[in-house]
C-alpha cells in the first residue's frame, strides 16, 4: 500500500514538473532535471516490474521530449537534443544494475534456504542410526568386564557417539531458527538461571564456574528459558576450552533498564583479532579450540537474535575472553505467580 502512495505521488510530480516544463519559463530545465532526478530516486526505491519500468521510462522521455519541443528549446540546438537519450541511456545503466543486484539477493535467499533445508535434513536423519547405535554400544558395553579392554574401547565409542549426537541437535536448532515457533516463550529467573548452570558445569567439568548476579536478582522474565540454558551452556563450553584446567570461568548477569545481559568471562588463550569477524559463523573455528564443532557460537547468536538482542565478545590473546548475550526489550515479570506465556511482537521491517 505504501508503494502504491509514493507510486502515484511520483506520477503526480511528474505530471506538475511536464506542465512547468510547457510553460516555456526560463527555468524550464529545472523541472525537466528534476523529474528525471525523481524517475532514478523512486526506482531506487520501489524496483518496478519490467512493464512498468519501460512505461514510465517511455513517458517521461516522450513527455520531456515533446515539451522541449514544443517550447523550441531542442531547435538547432545539438546539446538539449542529446540531453534526453541520454537522461535515458544513464537511466537504462542503473536499471540493469538494479535487475542485477535483485536477482543476486533473490540467489543468496535461495541458498540459505537451501541450507537451512540441508541443515534440518541432515540432523533428522542422523538422530535415528545414532539413538540405536548408542543403544547397542551400550548393551555391549555392559555385557564386558569392568577393565576389560573391549569396554574402554567401547566407552571411547559411546563419547564420540554423544559428540555426534550433539552435532546433530544443533543442527538441527540452527535449522530452525527462522522458525516462528522457534522460541517457547515463559517467565523464568536469570539469576537462578546463572546460579543453576555454573553449579552443573562446575561438577560435569570438574572445573571452577562462578556465579554473578544481584541478591535480588531484579524479578522474572519473558524468554525463552531453555533456549538461554543452551546459549549459556555454549558460552561456558567454549570458555572451559579455551582456558587451563586450573582457571575458573565466570557466568554473570546484569540488568539495565529492560534489557538482560548474560556474561562469560574466562582467564584463557584469548582470540587473534583476524578471527573475531568471522568467530560466529557456523562451523567457524577460532585457532587452539581444539574439537569443537564449530556450532556453538553461531547457535548462541541466533538465540539472541531471536530474541531481539545480540551476542558478541571481547578478548585478549593470552588474557582471555568476554562474551556477552543480550537479550533486548523484553516484558518484565513482577515476582509473584507465573504468568501466562508471552508472544514476541515481530520485529519492524
Same mark, same amino acid.
Given at each position: 500500500?505504501?508503494?502504491?502512495?509514493?507510486?502515484?505521488?511520483?506520477?503526480?510530480?511528474?505530471?506538475?514538473?511536464?506542465?512547468?516544463?510547457?510553460?516555456?519559463?526560463?527555468?524550464?530545465?529545472?523541472?525537466?532535471?528534476?523529474?528525471?532526478?525523481?524517475?532514478?530516486?523512486?526506482?531506487?526505491?520501489?524496483?518496478?516490474?519490467?512493464?512498468?519500468?519501460?512505461?514510465?521510462?517511455?513517458?517521461?522521455?516522450?513527455?520531456?521530449?515533446?515539451?522541449?519541443?514544443?517550447?523550441?528549446?531542442?531547435?538547432?540546438?545539438?546539446?538539449?537534443?542529446?540531453?534526453?537519450?541520454?537522461?535515458?541511456?544513464?537511466?537504462? &545503466?542503473?536499471? =540493469?544494475?538494479?535487475?542485477?543486484?535483485? $536477482?543476486?539477493? !533473490?540467489?543468496? @535467499?535461495?541458498?540459505?534456504?537451501? +541450507?537451512?533445508?540441508?541443515?534440518?535434513?541432515?540432523?533428522?536423519?542422523?538422530?535415528?542410526?545414532?539413538?540405536?547405535?548408542?543403544?547397542?554400544?551400550?548393551?555391549?558395553?555392559?555385557?564386558?568386564?569392568?577393565?576389560?579392554?573391549?569396554?574402554?574401547?567401547?566407552?571411547?565409542?559411546?563419547?564420540?557417539?554423544?559428540?555426534?549426537?550433539?552435532?546433530?541437535?544443533?543442527?538441527?536448532?540452527?535449522?530452525?531458527?527462522?522458525?516462528?515457533?522457534?522460541?517457547?516463550?515463559?517467565?523464568?529467573?536469570?539469576?537462578?538461571?546463572?546460579?543453576?548452570? &555454573?553449579?552443573? =558445569?562446575?561438577?560435569?567439568?570438574?572445573? $571452577?564456574?562462578? !556465579?554473578?548476579? @544481584?541478591?535480588?536478582?531484579?524479578? +522474572?522474565?519473558?524468554?525463552?528459558?531453555?533456549?538461554?540454558r543452551a546459549a549459556l551452556d555454549a558460552l561456558i563450553e567454549n570458555a572451559l576450552r579455551s582456558s587451563a584446567m586450573s582457571e575458573p570461568v565466570t557466568l554473570a548477569v546484569r540488568r539495565t533498564g529492560d534489557e538482560v545481559a548474560f556474561e562469560v568471562r574466562d582467564r584463557g588463550f584469548g582470540?587473534?583479532?583476524?578471527?573475531?569477524?568471522?568467530?560466529?559463523?557456523?562451523?567457524?573455528?577460532?585457532?587452539?579450540?581444539?574439537?569443537?564443532?564449530?556450532?556453538?557460537?553461531?547457535?548462541?547468536?541466533?538465540?539472541?537474535?531471536?530474541?531481539?538482542?545480540?551476542?558478541?565478545?571481547?578478548?585478549t590473546p593470552g588474557r582471555g575472553s568476554v562474551f556477552t548475550l543480550r537479550l533486548g526489550h523484553l516484558p518484565r515479570v513482577a515476582p509473584g505467580p507465573a504468568a501466562a506465556p508471552a508472544k514476541l511482537v515481530p520485529r519492524s521491517a
Amino acid at each position: 500500500m505504501r508503494g502504491r502512495r509514493l507510486d502515484v505521488a511520483w506520477v503526480v510530480f511528474a505530471v506538475v514538473c511536464v506542465g512547468l516544463m510547457l510553460l516555456g519559463t526560463e527555468y524550464q530545465t529545472l523541472p525537466f532535471h528534476l523529474l528525471w532526478l525523481s524517475l532514478a530516486l523512486v526506482f531506487a526505491v520501489r524496483v518496478w516490474p519490467r512493464p512498468w519500468t519501460t512505461i514510465a521510462l517511455g513517458s517521461v522521455t516522450v513527455s520531456t521530449t515533446v515539451a522541449m519541443m514544443a517550447t523550441g528549446q531542442m531547435t538547432g540546438d545539438m546539446p538539449y537534443m542529446l540531453e534526453i537519450p541520454l537522461m535515458a541511456a544513464v537511466f537504462g &545503466a542503473m536499471v =540493469w544494475h538494479a535487475r542485477r543486484a535483485e $536477482r543476486a539477493i !533473490a540467489g543468496l @535467499a535461495d541458498a540459505h534456504e537451501r +541450507e537451512r533445508m540441508f541443515l534440518r535434513d541432515a540432523s533428522h536423519s542422523l538422530r535415528t542410526p545414532l539413538t540405536v547405535a548408542f543403544g547397542h554400544a551400550e548393551v555391549a558395553r555392559d555385557t564386558l568386564p569392568e577393565l576389560s579392554t573391549a569396554r574402554g574401547d567401547l566407552e571411547v565409542v559411546l563419547d564420540e557417539l554423544q559428540r555426534l549426537s550433539r552435532t546433530s541437535d544443533r543442527l538441527l536448532a540452527l535449522a530452525a531458527a527462522d522458525h516462528p515457533d522457534f522460541l517457547m516463550l515463559e517467565p523464568f529467573d536469570p539469576t537462578a538461571l546463572v546460579e543453576e548452570v &555454573a553449579q552443573r =558445569w562446575t561438577v560435569a567439568a570438574g572445573r $571452577r564456574v562462578e !556465579a554473578e548476579a @544481584a541478591p535480588s536478582g531484579g524479578g +522474572e522474565i519473558v524468554a525463552d528459558g531453555e533456549r538461554v540454558r543452551a546459549a549459556l551452556d555454549a558460552l561456558i563450553e567454549n570458555a572451559l576450552r579455551s582456558s587451563a584446567m586450573s582457571e575458573p570461568v565466570t557466568l554473570a548477569v546484569r540488568r539495565t533498564g529492560d534489557e538482560v545481559a548474560f556474561e562469560v568471562r574466562d582467564r584463557g588463550f584469548g582470540i587473534k583479532p583476524e578471527d573475531l569477524d568471522r568467530l560466529f559463523e557456523p562451523f567457524a573455528r577460532p585457532a587452539g579450540q581444539g574439537r569443537g564443532t564449530g556450532l556453538g557460537l553461531a547457535i548462541v547468536r541466533a538465540i539472541a537474535e531471536a530474541h531481539r538482542g545480540s551476542v558478541d565478545v571481547r578478548s585478549t590473546p593470552g588474557r582471555g575472553s568476554v562474551f556477552t548475550l543480550r537479550l533486548g526489550h523484553l516484558p518484565r515479570v513482577a515476582p509473584g505467580p507465573a504468568a501466562a506465556p508471552a508472544k514476541l511482537v515481530p520485529r519492524s521491517a
